[in-house]
């Protein structure tokens, strides 16, 4: 256990195991390789931490992806030298930050292209895109039959260097990357290359969601480029929540302090309303229970994410509180209960600003 000024002083804490994300960035990373796919490490998932964008880059990726561009500043800031991948197609008003922090930017506009192409030559700098493809999914993405179309406009833009497509697939649509949408992918590809006379380095073929088919296919096609987030920090398939034997799980932890312990009622007394949410809740009757409240809530994390270490189970939570029945459990005010988290709960509380984050194994990785 760990000491009481320890507790007060950094709680509630997101604990990292930078030795797990380290190992599973390296796994992920070599037996993509195997399949001659190189990999980006996406830092979205914890807000583009410094320390974990080292750990990735000492696992030997050879990008590192983000979604913000201010996240790519804070990695850019902290000296972490890596090649820095915009995968969010940029909005206009930020082109300045885009040419300054990201050396390769995703898009799917022609008028954000040329205003990057305007700053890049301000910088004096080529700035490089990837030009993002729409499988389906129905996110980002120039329809398949825009693309050529596109390209030929963007090949006057002197400050930009158009380096590759990519497309996102298994996000908002939903939609299943495959075999045959990442045939389709290699099949634009190679018309593209062939219509303009190009050769693309990358061909980017999606995300964590991208793994089972990674995982069984003989023919990856032109594929040669995936981005991968959320795996790293579960060690979970994305698609079926499935475990991936050699990757390591809970490679985060929540830690929060105990702030009351009663005996009370596991049903409420009196005319039953709408709770905080305008939600009206449900109770299962267990009689009486022991009823732990934690110093965190909704606002600081997704509380559905959150899964209590040790025999506790979730009950209730507000905005400010969460509350757990303790069963056989004996903590006591002022003590912590830990909690592991989802990707989603992960994103949520590293964007706490009342949540500390705290990282482990920091020097004991390569
Ligand atoms: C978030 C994101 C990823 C990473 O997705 P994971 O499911 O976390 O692996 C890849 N590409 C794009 C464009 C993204 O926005």
Known sequence: MTGFSDIFLRCPRIEIDLGKVYRNTKLLRQMFQAQGI??????????????????????????????????LKKIKEAGINNTRVLIRTPSMSKVKQVVTYADISFNSELPVIRLLSDEAR????????VLMVDLGDLREGILPDQMAQA??????????????????????????????????????ATTLESRFNLCFDLISGGNSANYPWVNKTDRVGR?????????????????????????????????????EVKEK??????????????????????GRIRRGILEIGRQD???????????MEIIGSSSDHVIVDLKATMVKVGETVRF???????????????????????????
Not at 122 to 129: E, F, G, P, S, V
Not at 174 to 179: H, S
Not at 340 to 363: D, F
């Open 38 to 71: 190189s990999m980006m490490g996406v830092t979205k998932g914890v807000l583009g931490s410094p320390p974990v964008a080292a750990a990735m880059t000492a696992a030997g990726v050879g990008f590192l992806a983000d979604s913000r561009i201010e996240n």
């Open 223 to 259: 594929v040669n480029n995936l981005r991968i987030g959320e795996m790293i920090f579960t060690g979970n398939n994305t698609i079926d929540y499935a475990r991936i034997d050699q990757l390591e799980t809970n490679t985060s932890c929540l830690v929060a302090e105990v702030i």
């Open 340 to 366: 592991h988290l989802t990707y989603g709960a992960l994103l949520s509380a590293m964007t706490s600003p009342y949540i500390e984050p705290v990282y482990l194994n920091e020097g004991s990785y390569p």
């Open 265 to 286: 009622d596991s049903l409420p007394c009196g005319t039953i309303c709408t709770d905080a949410f305008g939600e009206v809740p449900v109770f299962s009757d267990r």
């Open 301 to 311: 994390v997704l509380t559905q994410g959150l899964t209590p270490v040790g025999d």
């Open 122 to 129: 301000a910088q004096n700098k080529i700035h490089r895109i």
């Open 151 to 188: 390209i030929d406009s963007l090949r006057s833009f002197e400050g930009i260097k158009l380096i590759g497509i990519g497309t996102n697939l298994g996000c908002v649509g939903a939609v299943l990357p495959d075999q045959e949408k990442m045939d389709e992918l290699s099949r634009i």
